[in-house]
């Protein structure tokens, strides 16, 4: 089985190297491809807001962030073997972005966060492409200019740490107008990378 369901939302059969290989094939395709991690937070958040399930299933890849999402899947179908963790997938393309040259860009957490948290990455990966950073805390009036700002800065992928549920539907809803290949939301991220 490649994907399980869980009180209706669709968790991908992938342990952590594969969801790694499959990150990679997006980001050398020609389309834009949408990765979300899943908990059980948020599997439980989905059971009371349809819109929000809707989106999570509308994902190229949903990951099983979390111990809870890999117990679960006993009772539902298919066992997973491991949890993938946003901020593990992320740190674990890393070097494959830098060796590739594919452009990121950090989108979310409080002012200052995502600019700190490229410090720390560039110095654990010296030659790793960051093309820009955007705080998450900005309008619906000032979305178009965080899309210009993304898609002039010709990122391959975006990072987006706005928390769960308001990054999954910011994503949802911009990902065409992004012209990027990846885009992940990986929670609070930025504030583990920053510190
Ligand atoms: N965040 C953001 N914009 C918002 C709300 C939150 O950028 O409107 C950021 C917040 O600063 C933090 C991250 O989202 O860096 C994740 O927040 P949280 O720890 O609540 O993560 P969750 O567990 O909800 O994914």
């Known amino acids: 089985k490649d994907s399980i369901n869980i009180l209706g939302v669709r968790i991908d059969c992938v342990n952590f190297k594969k969801a790694k290989e499959k990150c990679l094939e997006f980001l050398n395709s020609s389309s834009p491809h949408i990765v979300f991690t899943p908990n059980v937070e948020m599997i439980m958040l989905a059971q009371k807001d349809e819109r929000f399930k809707k989106i999570l299933n509308s994902s190229d890849l949903n990951v099983p962030d979390g111990i809870g999402v890999v117990w679960a899947s006993k009772y539902f179908g298919e066992k997973l ?39 720390n990455l560039l110095k654990i990966f010296k030659n790793l492409s960051i093309c820009g950073t955007h705080h998450g805390y900005f309008s619906q009036e000032e979305n178009e200019k965080v899309i210009e700002l993304i898609k002039s800065s010709k990122a391959d992928v975006v990072f987006v740490a706005m928390g769960m549920k308001k990054q999954e539907e910011w994503i949802y809803k911009n990902k065409k107008k992004l012209n990027c290949k990846l885009i992940m939301g990986v929670g609070g991220s930025f504030d583990v990378l920053s510190g």
């Open 81 to 119: 073997y491991e949890r993938v963790t946003g901020f593990d997938l992320m740190m674990a393309l890393m070097p494959e972005l830098e060796r590739q040259q594919k452009r990121v860009f950090l989108l979310g957490a409080k002012p200052s966060v995502a600019e700190k948290a490229k410090e």
